[in-house]
């Protein structure tokens, strides 16, 4: 029995499919069972991360935990999964706990490096995931290039090897049900670099109707995302964050490749998926 937090997620929904197909037992959990429309083949389970206590009967004789990492909730997670004898756990954590650029010692960066360090010391056997910006991170663009008019927004050649979420959960899988892993630290990247640019232009081929990006001064995007509702606080760190991405060579990862035997899939491949939500 694997148990997968973080079930309804982007990555961890691919996770429970692909366990199911490789014919393992699965315990999903999430806030909400009955809005969750998770395979019948799961076993779906009500728990809050946050409240510890409620997660737990969910981990009674599960070998394997799948972690979402909700800030600070990790220790006592962790903790009842060693009690309940849960032998592996595989944390979905971030790159960028890995950087060292500017607007890279923010309060999500902060929390991934704690949990990081309440998994390493849980006393299970551990794997860390540690991907860099999700492909479907890109879908926040999709009203815009839905009413076809230009993605405004900062620092166009801001650089990223997005990767598509379902590798980061074949990933996963593997190392949920094979030995080797133990210790390791992933990063996670897709297989090349793009500026976001050109992520909206290979949006806009996907789509077969071109899009594109326009850059605005940091300060006119603080303001917009503000008036988005994107909390101030959470507004700058963003800002921050992609100006640290200009200018520096990414680094590609052979991560997935080497762990699936297979090449990463590219943005153009993820675009032509959800070619769909851009329409
Ligand atoms: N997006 C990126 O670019 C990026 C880059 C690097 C790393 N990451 C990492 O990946 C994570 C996001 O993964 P994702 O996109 O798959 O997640 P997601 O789509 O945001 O979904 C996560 C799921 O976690 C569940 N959840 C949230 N809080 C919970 C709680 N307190 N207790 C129990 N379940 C809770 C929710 O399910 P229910 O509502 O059903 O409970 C939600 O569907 C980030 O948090 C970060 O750690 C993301």
């Not at 640019?197 to 109707?209: M, T």
């Not at 008036?227 to 990862?253: H, K, N, W, Y």
């Amino acid at each position: 029995m694997i148990v997968v937090t973080g079930a309804t997620g982007n990555v961890g929904r691919h996770v429970v499919e692909q366990l199911l197909a490789a014919g393992e037992s699965v315990r999903a959990l999430t806030r909400d069972p009955a809005g969750a429309r998770l395979p019948a083949r799961a076993e779906v389970v009500g728990g809050d991360l946050t409240r510890p206590r409620t997660v737990e009967p969910a981990l009674k004789g599960a070998s394997a935990l799948f972690l979402f990492a909700a800030p600070g909730t990790a220790g006592p997670v962790l903790r009842a999964a060693g009690e309940q004898g849960v032998r592996r756990v595989v944390l979905l954590s971030s790159s960028a706990v890995t950087y060292d650029t500017e607007g890279s010692d923010n309060a999500i960066v902060a929390y991934h490096r704690e949990i990081e360090r309440e998994t390493e010391e849980s006393g299970l056997e551990w794997t860390l995931l540690r991907p860099c910006g999700f492909a479907v991170n890109t879908l926040r663009w999709a009203p815009r290039i839905r009413a076809g008019t230009v993605v405004r927004g900062p620092y166009a050649r801001a650089e990223m090897a997005l990767i598509h979420e379902r590798d980061i959960a074949d990933v996963a899988t593997r190392v949920l049900l094979t030995d080797g892993h133990a210790g390791a630290r992933y990063v996670l990247t897709g297989p090349e670099a793009l500026t976001q640019a050109e992520q909206v232009r290979r949006i806009g081929e996907a789509v077969g109707r071109p899009a594109r990006y326009e850059e605005v001064p940091p300060d006119v995007a603080r303001e917009e995302m503000v008036r988005d509702g994107i909390p101030a606080d959470f507004a700058e760190m963003t800002l921050r964050f992609q100006a640290g991405l200009i200018g520096v060579p990414t680094e590609i990862s052979p991560a997935v490749e080497e762990i699936t035997g297979r090449p990463a899939r590219t943005f153009d491949q993820w675009a032509a998926e959800r070619a769909a939500d851009f329409r």
